[in-house]
């Protein structure tokens, strides 16, 4: 059993569409942190949300934490193919200091 | 800054052969964490280090796989003996002594066992 279940696990889009991932738990995390890894790389950090109900936003991307911050969703506006690559949410639970649980990832392809 | 090196980046092996990961993480970060992915799933930590002691290892299948890290700074992992279900890619990660553990990613070795 996963502790954190992504959906979809893979979703290919049109660019200039939007698209929403989700990240799901039933336990408590003290902060969450989203990353894309692109093929043949490690996963890159996008941002890291700590407070429930916390919204942040990088560029396109908008990142929101759940109010009981047991879940997160990662949102893009208008896609583009450089936007393709596999999504990570990754969790710290609470009282877990340093230890980071991965959820089960998103592969998003973006095409013209 | 110079981001997280390891080596070597692609290895095919043998079953029942041994193979070793090098990594180098980021100057000055404390944690340093080893990571199996299978292809298209995401990392599962295998080790995590705190300077040059282990905080966590829970997951490493420690009849085949063992790691350190010695002089808080670089690391290897080994396996020995390799089995088909190790194919997978290795990552290495490290991360500052901070609230958040924002973790920092090399390019990983994508091990084939054939």
């Known amino acids: 059993t996963q502790l954190l279940e992504q959906s979809p696990q893979f979703l290919s889009i049109q660019e200039g569409e939007n698209l929403t991932v989700y990240c799901n738990s039933s336990?408590?995390?003290?902060?969450l942190q989203w990353y894309r890894q692109e093929p043949g790389e490690g996963p890159v950090l996008l941002v890291t949300?700590?407070?429930?109900?916390e919204v942040k936003k990088l560029k396109r991307l908008t990142f929101q934490f759940g109010d009981a911050r047991k879940d997160s969703s990662l949102h893009i506006t208008a896609a583009q193919p450089g936007d393709t690559g596999l999504y990570l949410c990754a969790g710290m639970l609470t009282g877990t200091a340093s230890k980071l649980t991965f959820g089960t990832g998103t592969r998003l392809q973006v095409t013209l | 800054e110079a981001g997280v090196a390891q080596s070597p980046r692609y290895k095919i092996i043998e079953k029942r052969q041994s193979v070793a990961f090098w990594c180098n993480p980021i100057?000055?970060?404390?944690?340093l964490y080893w990571y199996q992915q299978i292809l298209g799933q995401g990392p599962k930590l295998l080790i995590q280090?705190?300077?040059?002691?282990?905080?966590?290892d829970s997951q490493l299948p420690k009849d085949r796989f063992s790691a350190e890290r010695l002089k808080g700074v670089d690391s290897t992992l080994k396996i020995q003996p390799a089995k088909l279900e190790d194919s997978a890619v290795y990552l290495c990660?490290?991360?500052?002594?901070?609230?958040?553990?924002?973790?920092?990613f090399g390019p990983g070795t994508r091990l084939t066992v054939t």
């Open positions: 990660a490290s991360s500052r002594w901070d609230r958040f553990y924002e973790q920092y």
């Open positions: 336990s408590v995390f003290s902060s």
């Open positions: 280090f705190q300077n040059n002691g282990v905080v966590d």
């Open positions: 100057s000055g970060h404390a944690t």
């Open positions: 949300v700590v407070t429930g109900g």
